[in-house]
């Protein structure tokens, strides 16, 4: 099946530094990818959808500019959260559609902020 | 605006059946998936229902009914393994981009 691969798998940062996450479809191209938070014991939200080419779609109440996304492949798109804080800390999910079928998530990205 | 609510949790023994109910309210409906999420780990589709109807696959099965913006997801058989989270969601729009229910955690019991 489809892979989707996320890195890193867990990174721990202080309050105010930049975190780059990547979202990389392993054997398919993604003209659009999707990233999602989620916190402890909670429902996953979708935060933007990353377009290949152009700029990305952020959800109602997101801040695009602290949440960077940049698409710069069919194949990957990448996530910065910049000046991060530890309300930021969160789970974050990426996903990627194949034409006609079903999404495929990568396996997350555990972010805490100290 | 788009809901999908949920039972928050669910106890069952093994061996049993259990079902899982979803009902959402959407702006569009373009078909009503299920996700399993252990904990730590990414989401695993499960099902997909565009029509009402009955699909089943292995011991999972999910139903829909449009009318009545509701559907369901059913565990026969239940195994340890089963204890995990459980989403609904649909799709917000023709961009492939999912809405999540608010989640069923199952615990299943020996």
């Given amino acids: 099946g489809a892979v989707v691969s996320q890195h890193p798998s867990r990174v721990i940062c202080k309050s105010g530094t930049s975190v780059k996450i990547e979202c990389r479809s392993l054997d398919f191209q993604a003209t659009t990818m999707f990233w999602y938070r989620q916190f402890p014991k909670k429902s996953l939200m979708l935060m933007a959808t990353s377009n290949e080419g152009s700029k990305a779609t952020y959800e109602q109440g997101v801040e695009k500019d602290k949440f960077l996304i940049n698409h710069a492949s069919l194949t990957l798109s990448t996530l910065t959260v910049t000046s991060a804080h530890p309300e930021d800390s969160s789970f974050y999910i990426c996903s990627a559609p194949r034409a006609g079928d079903e999404q495929f998530f990568g396996p997350g990205t555990r972010l805490t902020v100290l | ?110």
């Fill in chain 2, 1 to 110: 605006g788009q809901s999908l609510e949920q039972p928050s949790e669910v106890t069952a023994v093994e061996g049993a059946i259990v079902q899982i109910n979803c009902t959402y309210q959407t702006s569009g409906f373009y078909g009503l998936s299920w996700y399993q999420q252990h904990d730590g780990g990414a989401p695993t589709f499960l099902s997909y229902n565009a029509l009402d109807g009955l699909e089943e696959t292995g011991r999972f099965s999910s139903f829909l009914s449009r009318s009545d913006s509701y559907g369901y997801l059913l565990l026969q058989e239940l195994q340890m393994k089963d204890s995990a989270s459980y989403f609904c969601a649909v799709k917000g729009g023709a961009t492939n981009k999912l809405i999540f229910g608010t989640g069923t955690l199952l615990a299943v019991q020996p």
